[in-house]
């Protein structure tokens, strides 16, 4: 949730203070995501300057400015480990709606997490 108050926050700070129901990857086109599978493929070129855009890559593999005068300017979000463990949890056990996603005890998913085996549950 932390990215995603961000996003929130950003877009109404470039758009007055304005509220929406268009959902937020709508207006904050999510990078990894953008196949078009749920939301349309964002045309980048065409997006409203100054364009808002989430992602989970490391930097060093994040596309970067070509102008020396449109420089990309980034905010990192760091989490207590607790916390991405804990929605981690809640997002993966979620996912049992699709029948695919965790179906365990807290306590087995905190241990697995913390050895560095949360990934194997999506």
Same mark, same amino acid.
């Given at each position: 949730? /932390?990215?995603?108050?961000?996003?929130?926050?950003?877009?109404? #700070?470039f758009?007055e /203070?304005?509220?929406?129901?268009?959902?937020?990857?709508?207006?904050?086109?999510?990078?990894? #995501?953008?196949? /078009?599978?749920?939301?349309?493929?964002?045309?980048?070129?065409?997006?409203?300057?100054?364009?808002?855009?989430?992602?989970?890559?490391?930097?060093?593999?994040?596309?970067?400015?070509?102008?020396?005068?449109?420089?990309?300017?980034?905010?990192?979000?760091?989490?207590?480990?607790?916390?991405?463990?804990?929605?981690?949890?809640?997002?993966?056990?979620n996912?049992?709606? #699709?029948?695919?996603g965790?179906?365990?005890?807290w306590?087995?998913?905190?241990?697995?997490?913390?050895?560095?085996?949360?990934?194997?549950?999506?």
């Amino acid at each position: 949730l /932390g990215t995603t108050w961000v996003q929130e926050i950003l877009w109404q #700070m470039f758009n007055e /203070g304005q509220t929406t129901s268009d959902h937020i990857l709508e207006r904050v086109p999510f990078l990894e #995501m953008a196949t /078009g599978r749920v939301f349309p493929k964002p045309n980048y070129n065409t997006l409203p300057s100054p364009r808002i855009v989430k992602t989970h890559l490391p930097y060093n593999v994040i596309p970067k400015s070509t102008n020396e005068h449109s420089k990309c300017k980034y905010i990192y979000i760091a989490r207590n480990p607790k916390d991405v463990a804990v929605s981690f949890f809640e997002f993966t056990a979620n996912l049992k709606i #699709m029948e695919n996603g965790y179906n365990g005890p807290w306590e087995f998913y905190a241990k697995s997490f913390v050895e560095g085996k949360g990934k194997t549950f999506c």
